[in-house]
T-cell receptor
Framework: SAVISQKPSRDICQRGTSLTIQCQVD?????MFWYRQQPGQSLTLIAT?????????ESGFVIDKFPISRPNLTFSTLTVSNMSPEDSSIYLC?????????FGSGTRLTVV | KNQVEQSPQSLIILEGKNCTLQ??????????LRWYKQDTGRGPVSLTI?????NTKSNGRYTATLDADTKQSSLHITASQLSDSASYIC?????????????FGAGTILRVKS
């Protein structure tokens, strides 16, 4: 199965600032996925990122708050913009090469 | 509504004991069901994946079962080890025309004590 490298693994940020999370897949994949996992809860899909087109956002998530880039078939970034304490969560990327969903190790974000 | 419900919410067992985690789903149309293990501060790691026609799938000390008629699955852990302490997440894949969509359970937090 694919290996996904995600960074940073954790960060503490001031409110009002932005953080960009990077994910690198060791193989080419059509779609990459970004999830949020709030404390004690399961994963919620933020958006699906296809290479060469705009990301598709789930209900409750908007591009201005979570802009996504997908410059090639192995890389994607998620930016959490204008952060507030409510954005404190674990953010995970995922890809599905060959049908099996693999996840990055996650970014634990704390907004103070 | 497509939902995945897991029970129990949390569980504490002694090292060496067996345990069974439950997953009920109402996802339709069903594509497949996966169990993931998520260690604290890490991303989920796949344990098993089962399609509609599969009743059981094993991965070492982990055995998953699926009853597609009752829409229930279980994950049985044999001879538990301290390293089994983690969150176990049941994920059902919903078949959609443009690609499957994953529906996540809230997870069962397992703690194995010595």
């Amino acid at each position: 199965s694919a290996v996904i490298s995600q960074k940073p693994s954790r960060d503490i940020c001031q409110r009002g600032t932005s953080l960009t999370i990077q994910c690198q897949v060791d193989s080419q994949v059509t779609m990459m996925f970004w999830y949020r996992q709030q404390p004690g809860q399961s994963l919620t899909l933020i958006a699906t990122a296809n290479q060469g087109s705009e990301a598709t956002y789930e209900s409750g998530f908007v591009i201005d708050k979570f802009p996504i880039s997908r410059p090639n078939l192995t890389f994607s970034t998620l930016t959490v913009s204008n952060m507030s304490p409510e954005d404190s969560s674990i953010y995970l990327c995922s890809a599905s090469p060959g049908g099996g969903y693999t996840f990055g190790s996650g970014t634990r974000l704390t907004v103070v | 509504k497509n939902q995945v419900e897991q029970s129990p919410q949390s569980l504490i067992i002694l090292e060496g004991k067996n345990c069974t985690l439950q997953c009920n789903y109402t996802v339709s149309p069903f594509s497949n069901l996966r169990w993931y293990k998520q260690d604290t501060g890490r991303g989920p790691v796949s344990l098993t994946i089962m399609t509609f026609s599969e009743n059981t799938k094993s991965n070492g000390r982990y055995t998953a079962t699926l009853d597609a008629d009752t829409k229930q699955s279980s994950l049985h852990i044999t001879a538990s080890q301290l390293s089994d302490s983690a969150s176990y997440i049941c994920v059902v894949s919903l078949y959609m025309e443009y690609g499957n969509k994953l529906v996540f359970g809230a997870g069962t937090i397992l703690r194995v004590k010595s």
